[in-house]
């Protein structure tokens, strides 16, 4: 497979593959020397980083896993280009492909924009979030932190919370999380948990209240309360963190080792409080610096098949 | 004088109930004689054996795109994929640019078509002023004009005092008033059907309600004011189910469906293909399944195409960016035949009442939709064995936005005669 659209097309094999290789680029646990590998698997290859919406972690991890790898990267803001000239996806993404890249890693608002895309043009496509659809790299990153601390994913029950009607990253996870077996509960107020994510995936179950949905999990994420996803007031703002906000009191309803993630960025006091953020359950860095061990071997995997 | 003979066709005309091989005697653009073994002296022949021979099909919910929109389609080439669709009339819905919302706009139409098309077009006019739902329209002068219907296509009538004012008016002018059934609020956004595939997909979903609340809101205003309304492109379960309930309470609607609505279901969908979406969405298998036992029972009364074409760049964008709609005057009559005539959920004859005396009767066309001496000499001929394959690329139509390139059907139109003369055969 050219690219990498989402998680929901991978199957379990695949993805195993892609965690084994992101474990030997992940910086050694025990050494003084914490920073990553500097290999040049990649050299001579050239990936263009294509940024319709805006991101700071996503797309500076890509940057740094290319380089690392070897390989060239550019990145591409839609606001600094000709796309402000009113240029269509189609013609830039065949302005950009007349360059030859040897891929093309994409963020756009509009789901599916990738796929679309990948009917017609030569150059794999690595999705880095689309639209309220999927963020396969996310998934992966979340899954290899989780496996950072627990032995497997099977078995597991893991809370995701927030809206997740618009979230691309709850749903590349609970493909993901789904494929390996673990139960996944999703919360949210309930304008934001349409009832069809039942049957999106094995072992998912919905509830609207959240001490339920955190009781005995091993695994709780936080997603942001994304208002430029919000085209309507589906729920009333001053009473998310109340009911949806993630407080220390929770954390105690949870397995003793649960761990707390967050794709970021996080918006304090809204849907997380500081104390959880900052606490020792808390693995949203290691988030981060695994996102670059685990683009690493995404855009191997993309660009060496 | 222009004669031509059909001969030894299986012709069915739902509106006498006649079912037999027969000869149809064609002068001057009127049928002068249904009968065996006619004289026809001086007459082109056509050897219709084999062959169902039928009242014109009439199309009462195409979009020609004219004046304006001339890249996508014109009056010409609409009327032209019409006729390669065994299509002798068809009705444009008004949302052209400008609007047609006044006589002047209704007369160009009209002296175009008679210029241009083929087959016979009968232009509907605007509910209101630019569609935008707050002023009516011209109706009285458009009626005078050749207008045959109002409609706002392509947008609801929101206002529901605008929509009985439209209906109070157009009772009046024996107009069918035909709404888009759309409430824009639980819409609004929406790209796909709301159900498992939008959520999978992550795109926002136009659930059914958004249709049923609006079927509701007008079957209510129909009884109030006692005009004739029409439901277009009618989608879900429980529209149609409402306006079963309606006809039967003896109100005076009548309701339209597309043969995309109980062919695919949201789930038939390649993953963010812009030729699989269109208003109303493709919805569940469920709902598409209620359009089909809905026009084999009754509660609906036509097959229309809303065939909408859009130009190559306009679907050639992001999903959410695409414009709604897909052509379909080409493949009705072979989806008609595949989903519902094969499979034995409807007869032969009631599928060409459908297209024939159904939408006659919505639009109160007298001469139309059937075959009788003196009629206007309108004919469509079917062969409902032949097998042939949709290649959209040679589509008489301008645009290409169809989900059914490629497709193989069994049955399809055969020959157009309108007015008597042949303006299309099959290859």
């Known amino acids: ?305 | 004088m222009p004669k031509l003979v059909i001969r030894n066709g299986r012709v069915i005309d739902p509106a006498t109930k006649l079912d037999a091989i027969r000869d149809v005697f064609c002068v001057n653009g009127y049928v002068a004689e249904v009968g065996e073994k006619l004289r026809a002296t001086g007459a082109q022949e056509f050897d219709a054996t084999g062959l169902v021979v039928a009242p014109g099909f009439i199309d009462m919910h195409v979009h020609l795109r004219e004046p304006g929109f001339e890249y996508s389609e014109s009056i010409e080439s609409g009327s032209r994929a019409a006729a390669a669709g065994g299509f002798t009339s068809i009705c444009c819905m008004p949302n052209t640019s400008p609007v047609n919302d006044s006589p002047t706009v209704t007369s160009y139409i009209v002296d175009r078509a008679k210029r241009d098309a083929v087959v016979n077009v009968f232009p509907i006019g605007a509910i209101t002023k630019n569609s935008a739902g707050e002023e009516l329209a011209a109706i009285g002068s458009m009626k005078q004009a050749g207008i045959v219907a109002i409609s706002d296509d392509g947008k609801p009538v929101m206002n529901a005092r605008v929509m009985r004012r439209a209906m109070e008016f157009a009772k009046a002018f024996d107009l069918p008033v035909i709404n888009h059934c759309e409430d824009l609020h639980l819409s609004a956004g929406g790209d796909m059907h709301e159900g498992d595939m939008s959520v999978r997909l992550g795109l926002r979903g136009i659930p059914a309600a958004s249709e049923d609340v609006m079927v509701a809101r007008d079957l209510l205003l129909a009884e109030l004011t006692g005009a004739r309304y029409h439901v277009a492109h009618i989608s879900s379960r429980r529209s149609v189910e409402m306006v079963r309930e309606a006809k039967a309470r003896g109100l005076l609607v009548t309701s339209e469906a597309t043969p995309h609505h109980f062919t695919l279901a949201d789930a038939d969908m390649p993953p963010y293909d812009s030729n699989y979406k269109m208003k109303p969405p493709l919805r569940s298998t469920c709902d598409a399944s209620a359009v089909a036992e809905g026009l084999a029972s009754g509660a609906i009364d036509v097959i229309a195409t809303d065939h909408a074409p859009h130009s190559g760049n306009d679907k050639m964008q992001e999903f959410e960016k695409c414009p709604f709609g897909i052509i379909g005057l080409e493949t009705a009559i072979g989806l008609t035949l595949e989903r519902l005539v094969h499979p034995g959920k409807v007869s032969l004859a009631k599928m060409i009442e459908l297209f024939t005396l159904g939408p006659a009767k919505v639009l109160g066309f007298a001469g139309r939709g059937r075959i009788v001496t003196g009629g206007p000499a309108d004919i469509t001929i079917l062969d409902p064995e032949r097998t042939w394959t949709y290649d959209v690329n040679r589509s008489c139509s301008k645009s290409r936005n169809s989900p059914f390139d490629g497709h193989q059907f069994r049955g399809g139109p055969a020959v157009t005669v309108v007015s008597g003369e042949i303006v299309w055969r099959a290859q």
Request: net charge neutral.
């Open chain 1, 1 to 305: 497979m050219p690219g990498l659209l989402g998680i929901e097309p991978l199957d379990r094999a695949e993805i195993e593959t892609i965690l084994e290789r992101a474990r030997g680029f992940q910086p050694p646990r025990n050494s003084q020397d914490h920073s990553f590998k500097r290999l040049d698997s990649l050299r001579g290859r050239m990936v263009v980083n294509l940024f319709y919406e805006t991101s700071t972690r996503t797309r500076t991890s890509f940057e740094i896993a290319a380089k690392r790898l070897g390989a060239d990267a550019i990145s591409i803001t839609a606001s600094a280009s000709s796309v402000t000239k009113g240029e269509s996806l189609v013609d830039t993404l065949n302005t950009l492909t007349a360059m030859r890249p040897d891929a093309i890693i994409m963020r756009h608002a509009a789901s599916g924009a990738p796929h679309f895309l990948s009917r017609y043009l030569p150059t794999p496509i690595i999705n880095a979030g689309d639209g309220t659809h999927e963020h396969p790299t996310q998934a992966l990153l979340d899954a290899l932190t989780i496996l950072d601390r627990l032995p497997r994913l099977e078995g597991l029950r893991v809370a995701i919370i927030g809206d997740i009607a618009h979230s691309r990253v709850a749903r590349s996870n609970i493909h993901l999380l789904s494929k390996f077996g673990a139960e996944v509960v999703l919360c949210g107020p309930a304008p934001l948990l349409p009832p069809e994510f039942v049957r999106i995936a094995p072992g998912v179950s919905l509830t609207t209240n959240m001490r339920e949905a955190i009781r005995d999990v091993d695994v709780i994420m936080m997603l942001r309360v994304q208002l430029e996803r919000q085209h309507e007031a589906a729920f009333p703002a001053s009473e998310y963190f109340t009911f949806y906000g993630l407080r220390l009191e929770h954390i105690e309803l949870a397995k003793p080792d649960v761990i707390v993630m967050h794709p970021g960025p996080i918006n304090r006091g809204r849907e997380i409080a500081s104390e959880v953020a900052d606490s020792q359950r808390s693995v949203i860095l290691n988030q981060v610096e695994n996102g670059v061990a685990v683009r690493m071997a995404v855009l191997e995997r993309v660009l060496l098949n």
